[in-house]
């Protein structure tokens, strides 16, 4: 669906973007990352034909960024947006509708599939920051678009709403809508994309799934170790590098040391009344890879 070969974006001599590839597939959610300045702006304003190439080739299913052709297959959100505030939800996406083609009465059904039913006679200026992006995502979803770019889609999103979206997100996913999402949330896009691309001074460092840059980063994993009261002193014995956090003992290991771990603790038996293996987080993987990539 999307198709990124070689761009490259330059402004004088300075490189926004350097020779960067991407691609992603019908149905495929791939997440954006990279501190301010990496890039993904200039990426996204390219994909959605804001911007010309320095060099290098965008299509988004075969068509030129920016055609009608692949204006009528993208849709986008952008992080801060903004509607007229004397307009209700409803007239909004009544416009949007219009400047689509489409038929207003298509509008009651996008605002109760992004939860705002009971709020499309209201004023935009009495919404919040969540309802309002709550209507860019209405208009975002007309005409069932084939490609989504949105960028910080859940800024001013509660938790449950964070939720609703990204269900949201996995159904369109699995008619094949193709996603592309910038975030600096990174536990949320953690568990709900299939691939994450690094940016990091205009240039690509990482793309994979997670499991593929956790391997990558090769990063210890933390095991946490709860113990049987009165058993601590025969576990410190067994596991001498173990630091305390209170009633838990922590003791980091690679990846390759995970099975002689595992052994060590089903030697101990009943003095371990539980215990949690947790891998490094996607904000420790980007933070490693971005300084190396640095």
């Given at each position: 669906?999307?198709?990124?070969s070689?761009l490259?974006?330059?402004?004088?001599?300075?490189?926004?973007?350097?020779?960067?590839?991407?691609?992603?597939?019908?149905?495929?959610?791939?997440?954006?990352?990279g501190?301010?300045?990496?890039?993904?702006?200039?990426?996204?304003?390219?994909?959605?034909?804001?911007?010309?190439?320095?060099?290098g080739?965008?299509?988004?299913?075969?068509?030129?960024?920016?055609?009608?052709?692949?204006?009528?297959?993208?849709?986008?959100?952008?992080?801060?947006?903004?509607?007229?505030?004397?307009?209700?939800?409803?007239?909004?996406?009544?416009?949007?509708?219009?400047?689509?083609?489409?038929?207003?009465?298509?509008?009651?059904?996008l605002?109760?599939?992004?939860g705002?039913?009971?709020?499309?006679?209201?004023?935009?200026?009495?919404?919040?920051?969540?309802?309002?992006?709550?209507?860019?995502?209405?208009?975002?979803?007309?005409?069932?678009?084939?490609?989504?770019?949105?960028?910080?889609?859940?800024?001013?999103?509660?938790?449950?709403?964070?939720?609703?979206?990204?269900?949201?997100?996995?159904?369109?996913?699995?008619?094949?809508?193709?996603?592309?999402?910038?975030?600096?949330?990174?536990?949320?896009?953690?568990?709900?994309?299939?691939?994450?691309?690094?940016?990091?001074?205009?240039?690509?460092?990482?793309?994979?799934?997670?499991?593929?840059?956790?391997?990558?980063?090769?990063?210890?994993?933390?095991?946490?170790?709860?113990?049987?009261?009165?058993?601590?002193?025969?576990?410190?014995?067994?596991?001498?590098?173990?630091?305390?956090?209170?009633?838990?003992?922590?003791?980091?290991?690679?990846?390759?040391?995970?099975?002689?771990?595992?052994?060590?603790?089903?030697?101990?038996?009943?003095?371990?009344?539980?215990?949690?293996?947790?891998?490094?987080?996607?904000?420790?993987?980007?933070?490693?890879?971005?300084?190396?990539?640095?």
């Amino acid at each position: 669906m999307l198709q990124i070969s070689n761009l490259t974006k330059r402004y004088g001599g300075q490189a926004a973007l350097d020779n960067v590839d991407l691609s992603i597939a019908p149905g495929e959610r791939v997440a954006l990352l990279g501190h301010n300045g990496a890039g993904k702006s200039t990426l996204m304003k390219m994909v959605l034909g804001l911007l010309p190439p320095s060099s290098g080739t965008l299509t988004i299913a075969g068509y030129a960024p920016g055609s009608r052709s692949a204006r009528d297959l993208t849709a986008y959100l952008p992080e801060n947006i903004a509607f007229h505030p004397a307009l209700t939800g409803r007239e909004q996406i009544h416009h949007f509708l219009r400047l689509r083609g489409r038929s207003a009465q298509e509008a009651d059904g996008l605002l109760a599939k992004v939860g705002l039913a009971d709020a499309a006679r209201r004023r935009i200026g009495t919404y919040s920051k969540g309802m309002r992006q709550r209507v860019g995502l209405a208009q975002a979803l007309i005409g069932s678009p084939a490609l989504m770019v949105l960028d910080e889609p859940t800024t001013g999103l509660d938790p449950v709403s964070r939720r609703e979206f990204y269900a949201l997100l996995d159904e369109l996913a699995s008619r094949g809508t193709a996603i592309l999402m910038s975030s600096h949330a990174l536990s949320e896009v953690e568990v709900r994309t299939d691939r994450i691309a690094i940016l990091s001074k205009g240039r690509k460092v990482a793309d994979g799934s997670l499991s593929k840059l956790r391997s990558g980063a090769d990063l210890p994993l933390t095991v946490h170790i709860h113990p049987r009261q009165g058993c601590s002193p025969q576990i410190v014995s067994v596991f001498p590098e173990a630091r305390h956090a209170g009633e838990i003992l922590i003791v980091d290991c690679m990846q390759a040391d995970k099975l002689g771990i595992l052994a060590r603790i089903a030697a101990l038996g009943d003095m371990i009344q539980d215990f949690d293996i947790l891998p490094p987080s996607l904000d420790d993987i980007y933070v490693q890879i971005s300084r190396s990539a640095a």
